[in-house]
C-alpha cells in the first residue's frame, strides 16, 4: 500500500494487456477535493502513441497501484488530431 502520493512518481505503467506504456512523471491532483485526477507520462511507447508523446492518464483508467502501476483501459492507439501543430522545431543554426 502507498503511503504517500510521490512514491507513484517512476513507477512503470503498463495496460491491462500488457504493454509498456511509460513511467509515470508526475500526479495531476484536486487539490480541492484532495483526491488524484490523473497520473502524466512522458516518453511513452511509439506503438501506443504517435510521437512517444506524453500524456495524461485518468485515474479511472487506473486498476491497480503497487510495484508497477496497470491500466484498467487505454485506447490501442493515440494519434494527433488532424490539423494539429506540429512540435516546435529547434532554430536553425546560422
Known sequence: ????????IGLQVYTQNGVFLGNVNNL???????????????ETNPLL????????????????VGDIVVLRYFPKRVSLRK????????????
Open 28 to 42: 495531476v491532483v484536486d487539490v480541492d477535493n484532495g483526491a488524484v485526477d490523473g497520473i502524466f507520462i512522458g
Open 1 to 8: 500500500m502507498l503511503e504517500e502520493l510521490s512514491e507513484i
Open 49 to 64: 502513441v504517435e510521437g512517444s508523446r506524453a500524456v495524461s492518464v485518468p485515474y479511472r483508467w487506473v486498476q491497480s
Open 83 to 94: 490539423g494539429a501543430a506540429p512540435p516546435p522545431m529547434a532554430a536553425a543554426a546560422k
